[in-house]
Protein backbone atom coordinates (compact mmCIF):
# COMPACT_ATOMS: atom_id res chain seq x y z
CA UNK A 1 0.00 0.00 0.00
CA UNK A 2 1.60 3.10 -1.10
CA UNK A 3 1.60 5.90 1.36
CA UNK A 4 2.45 9.91 0.98
CA UNK A 5 3.02 11.36 4.36
CA UNK A 6 3.45 15.78 4.12
CA UNK A 7 5.03 17.07 7.05
CA UNK A 8 6.50 21.05 7.70
CA UNK A 9 3.16 22.60 7.61
CA UNK A 10 3.09 25.46 9.97
CA UNK A 11 2.38 29.52 10.21
CA UNK A 12 4.67 32.14 8.88
CA UNK A 13 4.42 36.00 8.62
CA UNK A 14 4.62 37.18 5.26
CA UNK A 15 7.91 37.25 3.63
CA UNK A 16 8.86 34.38 4.99
CA UNK A 17 9.59 30.82 4.20
CA UNK A 18 8.57 26.83 5.27
CA UNK A 19 9.99 23.86 3.56
CA UNK A 20 7.52 21.04 2.93
CA UNK A 21 8.02 17.38 2.85
CA UNK A 22 6.18 14.28 1.24
CA UNK A 23 7.71 11.00 2.65
CA UNK A 24 6.63 8.16 0.13
CA UNK A 25 6.51 4.31 1.49
CA UNK A 26 5.03 0.84 0.23
CA UNK A 27 6.05 2.03 -3.78
CA UNK A 28 8.59 2.63 -5.94
CA UNK A 29 9.21 6.30 -5.71
CA UNK A 30 11.69 6.42 -8.10
CA UNK A 31 9.39 5.90 -10.78
CA UNK A 32 6.63 8.62 -10.19
CA UNK A 33 6.43 11.62 -10.81
CA UNK A 34 5.42 14.03 -8.02
CA UNK A 35 3.27 17.10 -7.81
CA UNK A 36 2.22 19.60 -5.24
CA UNK A 37 -1.45 20.52 -5.02
CA UNK A 38 -3.16 22.93 -2.64
CA UNK A 39 -6.75 24.14 -1.66
CA UNK A 40 -7.58 26.73 0.32
CA UNK A 41 -11.18 27.35 2.04
CA UNK A 42 -13.88 27.20 0.12
CA UNK A 43 -11.61 26.59 -3.00
CA UNK A 44 -11.17 24.22 -5.41
CA UNK A 45 -7.63 22.35 -5.59
CA UNK A 46 -5.05 23.92 -6.93
CA UNK A 47 -2.07 22.64 -8.83
CA UNK A 48 0.95 24.17 -7.69
CA UNK A 49 3.94 22.34 -9.54
CA UNK A 50 5.60 19.31 -10.03
CA UNK A 51 8.84 17.15 -10.72
CA UNK A 52 9.11 14.49 -13.12
CA UNK A 53 10.89 10.66 -11.82
CA UNK A 54 14.29 11.94 -12.51
CA UNK A 55 14.07 15.74 -11.67
CA UNK A 56 15.03 16.71 -15.03
CA UNK A 57 11.72 18.52 -15.85
CA UNK A 58 10.22 20.70 -12.83
CA UNK A 59 7.12 22.77 -13.85
CA UNK A 60 5.40 25.73 -11.81
CA UNK A 61 2.22 27.47 -11.57
CA UNK A 62 2.35 30.94 -12.59
CA UNK A 63 1.16 32.15 -8.80
CA UNK A 64 4.11 30.16 -7.47
CA UNK A 65 7.06 30.63 -9.96
CA UNK A 66 10.25 32.17 -8.55
CA UNK A 67 9.08 31.51 -4.99
CA UNK A 68 8.53 27.88 -4.90
CA UNK A 69 10.88 25.18 -5.79
CA UNK A 70 10.33 21.60 -6.00
CA UNK A 71 12.89 18.99 -5.73
CA UNK A 72 13.15 15.26 -4.89
CA UNK A 73 15.72 12.64 -2.71
CA UNK A 74 15.11 9.44 -4.61
CA UNK A 75 17.12 7.91 -2.26
CA UNK A 76 15.40 8.80 0.91
CA UNK A 77 12.16 8.41 -1.08
CA UNK A 78 10.92 12.16 -0.17
CA UNK A 79 10.08 15.33 -1.93
CA UNK A 80 10.11 18.70 -1.08
CA UNK A 81 8.51 21.93 -1.54
CA UNK A 82 10.35 24.97 -0.15
CA UNK A 83 8.51 27.70 -0.28
CA UNK A 84 10.16 32.03 -0.28
CA UNK A 85 8.45 34.76 -0.14
CA UNK A 86 5.36 33.44 0.91
CA UNK A 87 2.31 35.50 1.11
CA UNK A 88 -1.48 35.72 2.71
CA UNK A 89 -2.89 34.12 -0.51
CA UNK A 90 -0.71 30.88 0.18
CA UNK A 91 -2.57 30.19 2.85
CA UNK A 92 -4.07 26.87 2.49
CA UNK A 93 -3.67 22.78 2.82
CA UNK A 94 -0.66 21.62 0.82
CA UNK A 95 -1.00 18.00 -0.76
CA UNK A 96 1.62 16.03 -2.35
CA UNK A 97 0.67 13.92 -5.09
CA UNK A 98 2.15 10.90 -7.01
CA UNK A 99 1.36 9.45 -10.77
CA UNK A 100 2.80 6.13 -11.41
CA UNK A 101 2.61 6.40 -15.13
CA UNK A 102 3.76 9.19 -17.09
CA UNK A 103 6.27 12.48 -16.39
CA UNK A 104 4.07 14.79 -15.04
CA UNK A 105 1.64 15.99 -12.53
CA UNK A 106 -0.73 18.74 -13.45
CA UNK A 107 -4.31 17.75 -12.83
CA UNK A 108 -5.85 15.74 -10.27
CA UNK A 109 -6.95 13.12 -12.55
CA UNK A 110 -3.15 12.12 -13.19
CA UNK A 111 -2.96 11.40 -9.90
CA UNK A 112 -2.60 7.93 -8.10
CA UNK A 113 -2.09 8.67 -4.55
CA UNK A 114 -2.62 11.43 -2.05
CA UNK A 115 -1.23 12.40 0.97
CA UNK A 116 -3.42 13.80 3.43
CA UNK A 117 -2.28 17.42 3.44
CA UNK A 118 -0.36 19.91 5.97
CA UNK A 119 -1.80 23.14 6.68
CA UNK A 120 -0.02 26.50 5.74
CA UNK A 121 -0.85 29.80 6.89
CA UNK A 122 0.45 33.05 6.08
CA UNK A 123 -0.24 35.79 8.09
CA UNK A 124 0.29 39.52 6.82
Known amino acids: QVQLVESGGGRVQAGGSLRLSCAVSGGTFGRYAMGWFRQGTSKEREWVGY????????RYADSVKDRFTISRDNARNTAYLQMNSLKPEDTATYYC?????????????????WGKGTVVTVSS
Open 51 to 58: INWSGETI
Open 97 to 113: AANRFGDMVQTTAQVAY
